[in-house]
């Protein structure tokens, strides 16, 4: 008696359980491309936030090119996320008070600094992902670099 | 949105970017559903615990040749490694082939290649191979396994994981090749105490390691190399219930889950700056290692007293040990697969100047790594994997409960072990979503 309760319970825990997966299952696939979307301008949104803390335009789209400032082997001013699509140009400028070089991972990028010059960094981002920026010989961090579909 | 601090620092500095909410959602339903339909609908008798159905073919692997491979490898790290010290070129992230040998080929791609094809490792194993020329440890000493069991592989493990996600410099040649020389001397002089095979089995971290992953493989071998088909995760349910085996397992999944959650902004957000220091991150993996392993325990406990039979809880413990090893996996290849196919490429043109003073060898210093997957695919792959190393450990503690536990005690034992899947299976999407 204990025995087939049991079963019986289990059977319809699997049946409900079943019924609400299938459920949210297929509501999510059916929005799956919207929200894809959705979550990537969201991202963008997030790390303009972050960004707006520090300096006032950080859109790649604005003429305004977002600046980052190295003094005395720390960062003092700049963004530290800078989202791009796939396909569009990756611009921003570094000034730094040492000779150093900003290295693009992933991009593998390599681009020399002159103390007390601003250089401009600019390429094309042509694969999606989180890239690290820094100042190679002193290992510093200086942006993520989020490069969305 | 996630930061870089770990491996990917040095070998790469490119991550993942977040699963999406939807693919979260979709992965977490199927869990749950297959759980649960795994519960009640699976089959009703075990079927996989009387272990591998071995079937010879006529291909022999080349052992000798193997194992060179393995010394060479383990050869070029440490010279590599010292010749960037001599070149004044030790830093992170430049052009050496030590790094990439150690946390790309050895740590990665030959345990993960060893789930689909059978354990690489044991084949390529260098100390194996040096301990045989050099005549050390020809005299087992197996009682030393059943006193230490794999504690010390476990200690081994965790120190291994600690190398690379917590200590700063772990992926400068140096660090590297001391490692690997700190470690050969290390593994040679337990051979000699303890005999060669013993010594691999207690001391040897990858021993282990590549032994739990590779069981999953439909694929074994004999001792002449002779390849044998066995029919998939069979060879897991015969795994030796050595002491410390689920600490070991444990360990596995709990360092993997500390690299992913540590780069996560929730886990920035919670530890702060004590979560950044080395004292502060070692504590926190050690933390986070345990409350699996607690979480894991308490499924035992439960599992014990519901099952209705007479095992202690340490003995559950042992028993069910072997199904987390697919969700182990799962964790360590959904993290880091973009890892291999990306940063690995770095091998091509690392071989031509191995030691990173300027030499061309082949023609391909030159070659940039090429993205060739976008993200999307790897959502699903990283997904994907996820929720089949659920399904394999549900399938495997369904069939071992089957066994173990009689009758409806059988299905009981495991409500709590099904929860704890689940909850791991959620953090392991969880970490995916960053």
């Not at chain 2, 004044?88 to 993960?112: E, K, Q, Y």
């Not at chain 2, 035992?300 to 040990?321: D, M, Q, S």
């Amino acid at each position: 008696m204990t025995k087939l309760l049991h079963s019986l319970m289990l059977v319809a825990l699997v049946v409900l359980v079943a019924a609400c997966g299938d459920g949210t299952g297929a509501t999510t696939s059916a929005s799956t491309s919207a929200t894809t979307t959705a979550a990537s301008t969201t991202a963008s949104t997030t790390s303009t936030t972050i960004a707006t803390t520090t300096t006032a335009a950080t859109s790649t789209t604005a003429q305004e090119v977002p600046r980052i400032k190295v003094e005395d082997g720390a960062k003092t001013e700049g963004l530290d996320t800078l989202s791009v699509r796939v396909g569009e140009t990756v611009r921003f400028e570094v000034e730094a008070d040492v000779a150093d070089e900003i290295h693009v991972h992933g991009f593998d990028l390599h681009f020399d600094t002159v103390p007390g010059e601003e250089v401009l960094v600019e390429f094309v981002a042509e694969a999606a992902g989180i890239f690290e920026v820094e100042l190679e010989a002193a290992g510093l961090h200086l942006l993520d670099l989020e490069v969305t579909p | 949105m996630i930061r870089a601090e770990l491996i990917g620092h040095g070998i790469g500095g490119r991550l993942d970017l977040p699963v999406p909410l939807s693919y979260f959602a979709a992965g977490a339903a199927v869990v749950l559903v297959v759980t649960f339909v795994g519960l009640a609908a699976l089959w009703p008798q075990p079927r996989l615990q009387d272990g591998p159905r071995y079937r010879m073919t006529d291909l022999r692997l080349p052992l000798r040749w193997l194992t060179a491979l393995g010394v060479a490898g383990l050869s070029l790290t440490i010279v590599a490694g010292s010749a960037a010290l001599l070149a004044g070129t030790d830093a992170i992230g430049s052009r050496n082939l030590a790094p990439l040998l150690l946390w790309v080929l050895f740590w990665l791609v030959v345990p993960f290649l060893g789930v689909a094809f059978g354990n690489l490792y044991s084949m390529l194993n260098p100390w194996r191979g040096l301990a045989t020329w050099l005549g050390l440890g020809e005299r087992e000493r197996p009682v030393a396994v059943r006193s230490w069991g794999i504690w010390p592989a476990t200690a081994i493990l965790f120190a291994f994981a600690w190398l690379e996600l917590v200590f700063p410099d772990s992926a400068t040649p140096s660090t590297v090749g001391i490692a690997a020389l700190v470690y050969t001397v290390y593994l040679l002089a337990l051979m000699a105490r303890f005999g060669r095979e013993t010594a691999l089995t207690i001391g040897d971290a990858f021993t282990p390691y590549n032994r739990l992953l590779s069981s999953v493989s439909p694929w074994g071998r004999d001792q002449q190399g002779r390849l044998v088909r066995r029919g998939w995760l069979r060879a897991l349910t015969v795994i030796p219930e050595w002491r410390g085996l689920a600490p070991f397992i444990i360990a596995m999944i709990g360092t993997v889950s500390y690299d992913g959650l540590s780069a996560t902004q929730w886990w920035e957000s919670v530890t702060g700056s004590f979560g950044s220091t080395m004292f502060g991150s070692t504590i926190l993996m050690v933390a986070l290692i345990g409350s699996i392993g607690a979480g894991y325990f308490l499924a035992c406990v439960v599992a014990a007293r519901l099952g209705g039979g007479n095992l202690a809880p340490t003995r559950v413990a042992a028993r069910f040990a072997h199904t987390l090893v697919p969700i182990a996996f799962a964790y360590a290849f959904a993290h880091y697969f973009t890892l291999i196919l990306f940063e690995g490429q770095q091998v091509i043109s690392n071989i031509s100047d191995p030691f990173g003073i300027g030499w061309d060898l082949f023609g391909t210093r030159n070659y940039k790594i090429n993205f060739f997957l976008g993200p999307i695919p790897v959502w699903y792959l990283q997904v994907g994997t996820i929720v089949a190393g659920h399904i394999a450990g549900v399938v495997l503690a369904h069939d071992r409960a089957l066994a173990d536990f009689k009758g409806l005690g059988g299905i009981r034992s495991q409500y709590a072990m099904l929860v704890l899947m689940v909850l791991l299976t959620s953090l392991g999407l969880f970490i995916l979503a960053g």
